[in-house]
């Protein structure tokens, strides 16, 4: 595995040379942190992402748990054996609008993907999973509904506000998340927070939820977590590839990967509550590498924020 390694107070980025290395070591690295977790804490509150780094993360832990179960001889066997599933509960960062059958909703796949095999055979109850709603209005009245914005946002605003009371419910006087998982989109966007729109400027920290009724990406219809609570969370991982261009050496892969890496570190490092999207512009498009980051935004001293 090829690997460069940078450290940032709390933080650390790692940039790996095969997008099949940066899935195999956030896998790795969800099992390790949720094994700890569940075994110096009642409860572990990890937000899923979608997307095709999300979902392959999740196939990922699928197919590492299916291994294990025929061979204790593989590495992470002690780890996954040490996470006590029933303490584990599911949220996402955010979801598409859409009817809960949709084959776009993030839930239906990570379902697919890992989280239905873990009800059948790794106790994790049903109940732990957290949906955001679906839209569960009459699929004529969506259609409509479909050139209604007001329509659309006073069913989206109840969503949003049914998922903020689970949240609060849920998560009681903890009040945090404690995985967060995110890709990053070639616009720059992470969860449903995309550049240039309004949900990215949300300064309300009481708001958790945000309803997105004009998303660049299809479905324009989605839920979000806003920029505030996720950097409340004890640990935000964000996974970000590019392939590497014609003619670039090893070094300026590693150089460019380098630069990029310090401007997300710099967003988690508490950029959030101004400007975010400075942090997720384009400049990802010329990132060379694939590279994920891993980050503790909430507890990250004020001296550590001034990386540049």
């Not at 569940?38 to 095709?52: E, F, K, Y």
């Not at 609060?168 to 990053?184: E, M, T």
């Not at 949300?202 to 219809?221: A, E, F, I, Q, Y």
């Amino acid at each position: 595995m090829s690997v460069s390694t940078w450290e940032f107070g709390f933080k650390a980025a790692y940039a790996y040379s095969s997008r099949e290395e940066t899935v195999a070591a956030v896998t790795a690295a969800l099992f390790e942190r949720t094994a700890q977790l569940c075994m110096s804490q009642g409860r572990v509150d990890i937000a899923l992402t979608g997307g095709g780094d999300g979902i392959a993360v999740l196939s990922a832990a699928h197919s590492v748990m299916s291994g294990v179960r025929k061979s204790d001889a593989d590495p992470l066997s002690h780890i996954i054996k040490a996470i006590d599933f029933s303490k584990v509960h599911f949220w996402w960062g955010d979801e598409r609008f859409v009817p809960a059958d949709d084959p776009d909703r993030n839930a239906l796949q990570a379902r697919t993907a890992w989280l239905d095999s873990l009800t059948a055979h790794h106790g994790l109850p049903e109940g732990n999973i957290h949906e955001m709603p679906a839209d569960t209005r009459p699929k004529g009245l969506i259609e409509q509904c479909r050139n209604d914005p007001d329509a659309n946002l006073k069913a989206m605003r109840a969503a949003a506000s049914h998922y903020q009371d689970e949240l609060g419910s849920q998560l009681g006087d903890k009040g945090h998340l404690d995985i967060a998982l995110f890709g990053v989109g070639p616009d720059g966007h992470f969860a449903s927070l995309f550049p240039d729109r309004p949900q990215i400027y949300n300064t309300d920290s009481g708001t958790l939820v945000l309803p997105v009724t004009d998303s660049p990406k299809m479905p324009p219809l989605r839920l979000t977590l806003t920029a505030q609570f996720i950097q409340t969370a004890s640990c935000v991982w964000v996974v970000a590839r590019r392939k590497p261009s014609e003619g670039h050496s090893a070094r300026q892969i590693t150089a460019m990967c380098q630069a990029h890496s310090r401007k997300v570190l710099k967003g988690l490092s508490g950029s959030l509550t101004g400007n975010p999207q400075y942090i997720f512009k384009r400049q990802w498009k010329r990132a060379c590498n694939q590279f994920h980051v891993m980050g503790h935004p909430g507890k990250t001293p004020a001296a550590d924020r001034s990386i540049s």
